[in-house]
């Protein structure tokens, strides 16, 4: 799952990416109207986050070119407490849902997994694959009921296998959903996390598909 963060205020912006990495996002920031157009032009997000009074070109602008040329992840507002008018003319315009500022992070976190729930078409909030659970409200995996402990990328490489359990995912797909922008990849970092993954669900867990990328065990 890869976000988009675009907020101007970096006291508002820290701890909002700082949160979203720690729950196993890979998270973008965008820090004024025109870089998060450009942004958005790439089409890998899957979900936006919002700030409304922005340098450059103001937030409003920015969702309807989005809306305007097919952009269809969902889109949270984030506006002052006061601004009744932009919240209402940001739903207006295609968002999804607004947060008014200052906002709890765990609630922002909460308005995020809803989203997303709905965009996977993902009824009940928990994945199963064989003896595998991986829940991400709770950001907690379960093998034979036992808890696995993950750190966030191993955390967010399991849920992007297990979300799509019957593909075969690349490298470079993993890449994009472990990693943001600006942020230091080693080159063999998705083998890495593979192997010490491994180590914690059992190596049987993840099929390595030659000269292709990784995918989830087959389960009857
Ligand atoms: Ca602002």
Excluded at 62 to 73: F, K, Q, S, T
Excluded at 104 to 118: F, K, Q, T, W
Excluded at 124 to 145: F, M, R, S, W
Excluded at 156 to 177: D, F, G, N, Q, S
Aim: proline share 4%.
């Amino acid at each position: 799952m890869r976000l988009l963060l675009v907020e101007d205020d970096r006291m508002i912006a820290e701890p909002v990416l700082d949160t979203m990495r720690r729950a196993g996002y890979a998270i973008d920031w965008a820090q004024d109207g025109r870089s998060a157009e450009l942004s958005l032009d790439n089409g890998v997000y899957d979900l936006v986050l919002l700030d409304l009074g922005l340098p450059k070109k103001d937030g409003i602008a920015v969702l309807r070119a989005y809306r305007d040329a097919g952009g269809a992840a969902p889109v949270i507002i984030l506006t002052a407490r006061d601004a009744v008018d932009e919240r209402v003319r940001g739903l207006d315009t295609g968002a999804d849902d607004y947060l008014v500022k200052p906002f709890d992070l765990d609630e922002l976190s909460a308005r995020v997994r809803a989203l997303l729930r709905r965009r996977t078409g993902q009824k009940q909030p928990v994945y199963t694959h064989g003896e595998l659970t991986l829940d991400p409200a709770a950001h907690e995996v379960t093998k034979d009921g036992e808890l696995v402990p993950l750190v966030p990328r191993e955390f967010a490489l399991l849920r992007a296998l297990i979300e799509a359990p019957k593909r075969v995912h690349t490298r470079a797909e993993l890449e994009e959903k472990l990693y943001g922008w600006g942020e230091e990849i080693g080159s063999n970092a998705v083998e890495v996390h593979i192997h010490s993954l491994r180590r914690k669900i059992g190596a049987e867990q993840i099929v390595t598909v030659r000269g292709v990328g990784y995918r989830l065990r087959r389960v009857e």
